[in-house]
């Protein structure tokens, strides 16, 4: 009795939980969306763009290596920490001043991008899309600090939310979005309308407030901050049993969906699907398809625990990637490519939510979200380099021989997680 009216008291002197405003979790997903715009512009849309040229295979293939930008991100980080915007922009504040020199640079690299012409000369388009993919993760750098120092800890799950819905509706409009306008407009036209859309993000930060704890009364030097970020997360990491094995399980485990992702807007051109029905498949259908896979992959780890569904789940993703190799018999079928890619984005939310909830799980909490930002820098390696070598492979091979080399390339990061569950399981696996 006398403990259950010490926790009754405990808990009458816990504070309220803090309310969210609705002011900034709309400006929260304003800013999502400005994070999502650029991705699929040097993604997916981009090599729709070089495909409709007539381009080669291998120079399709290199746009994978154009978004390293995001994979290497966490290096240059601390600038943004240690020095103060320029003069002009001082006045509103560290990460407001920063993060309204970089909106302004991506607009104008969308711009850049939507007026250059692969078609007479690829080098610049490609050169402007690793620009843009640059400063877009720079913008992704500023606004996560802005989320963090301006949501109290239990509202963070709400303003993630928030982002996460802007993101994903970036990601529509500016992949299945663009490509149907583009047949209509054309290409520079419908991308340029993306760097007007791209003004919303420096509305939204001109509205944010600038977060009371961005300022750093004793800042440290570079190199030092750089070893306190990045040196001893890392250093903790390494030292556990078998980091060397998980980190390869990491870096491959998205190898196969790498190769053949960087390949699908030219195959599908190449079955004789038109634009508007590429931008049917990979739209709404897909993202849906996306959502739902992400939702049942957390029921899954909550059922079963976190080490099995993500066996479970990459080896459906696996076996999900033998949807391409069967479509090239069904080609000019809309239903089919319909089907391929709603399996496929099923399959990719399916295996996320057991893959994330794995890396989050291997963060030590004294270093948390460094960790995960190293570890989730790993996830897409294999995708922006090894990935660049997709349009040499599947030039020498033909797409369909191609699509199931993918598959196989799958299987060894299945074969580490088999290793992994039996010497070095996730917590929840541990007798």
């Known amino acids: 009795m006398t403990r259950r009216r010490a926790a009754l008291a405990e808990y009458a002197r816990m504070e309220p939980a803090p309310k969210i405003s609705p002011k900034l979790l709309g400006l929260m997903t304003v800013l999502g969306f400005s994070s999502g715009l650029p991705l699929a512009l040097s993604g997916f849309t981009l090599r729709m763009w070089l495909t409709s040229e007539h381009l080669g295979l291998g120079?399709?293939?290199?746009?994978?290596?154009?978004?390293?930008?995001?994979?290497?991100?966490?290096?240059?980080?601390?600038?943004?920490?240690?020095?103060?915007?320029?003069?002009?922009l001082r006045r509103f504040g560290r990460r407001r001043g920063w993060l309204l020199l970089v909106q302004a640079l991506l607009a104008l690299a969308i711009a850049a991008l939507a007026l250059s012409d692969p078609g007479s000369g690829v080098g610049p388009t490609l050169t402007i899309g690793a620009c843009l993919a640059f400063i877009s993760a720079s913008q992704d750098i500023l606004i996560d600090a802005w989320r963090i120092e301006t949501f109290a800890p239990r509202l963070q799950g709400a303003a993630l939310a928030g982002y996460v819905w802007g993101y994903r509706g970036a990601l529509l409009i500016s992949g299945a979005g663009v490509i149907a306008w583009s047949s209509s407009i054309g290409w520079d036209r419908a991308i340029l309308a993306m760097a007007v859309l791209a003004l919303l993000g420096p509305l939204a930060t001109l509205l944010a407030p600038e977060p009371g704890r961005s300022a750093h009364e004793t800042p440290l030097g570079f190199a030092a901050r750089f070893a306190d970020?990045?040196?001893?997360?890392?250093?903790?990491?390494?030292?556990?049993?078998?980091?060397?094995?998980?980190?390869?399980?990491?870096?491959?485990?998205?190898?196969?969906?790498?190769?053949?992702?960087?390949?699908?807007?030219?195959?599908?051109?190449?079955?004789?699907?038109?634009?508007?029905?590429?931008?049917?498949?990979?739209?709404?259908?897909?993202?849906?398809?996306?959502?739902v896979g992400a939702a049942l992959g957390g029921w899954l780890v909550a059922r079963i625990g976190v080490g099995r569904a993500l066996l479970l789940t990459g080896f459906f993703q696996t076996a999900a990637l033998l949807m391409y190799p069967a479509l090239g018999l069904f080609s000019h079928q809309p239903h089919m490519l319909i089907a391929t890619s709603a399996l496929e984005s099923f399959a990719e939310g399916f295996a996320d939510a057991a893959f994330l909830t794995y890396l989050s799980g291997l963060c030590n909490i004294a270093f948390t979200a460094t960790q995960y930002a190293l570890l989730s820098s790993l996830a897409p390696l294999a995708l922006r380099t090894i990935g660049g070598l997709s349009g040499f492979i599947a030039a020498a091979t033909g797409f369909i021989p191609f699509f199931i080399i993918t598959t196989f390339a799958a299987l060894p990061a299945m074969a580490l997680m088999l290793i992994i569950l039996k010497f070095y399981p996730p917590a929840d696996t541990r007798r």
């Open 59 to 88: 120079v399709i293939g290199l746009t994978a290596n154009i978004g390293l930008a995001y994979s290497l991100k966490f290096l240059w980080a601390p600038v943004f920490d240690e020095l103060a915007p320029p003069v002009g």
């Open 229 to 291: 970020a990045v040196r001893a997360p890392l250093q903790e990491f390494l030292s556990r049993r078998g980091a060397l094995v998980i980190i390869a399980f990491i870096i491959l485990f998205r190898l196969g969906e790498a190769l053949a992702g960087v390949m699908v807007a030219p195959y599908y051109t190449y079955l004789g699907f038109n634009r508007a029905v590429i931008a049917v498949a990979n739209g709404p259908i897909s993202l849906a398809m996306t959502l």
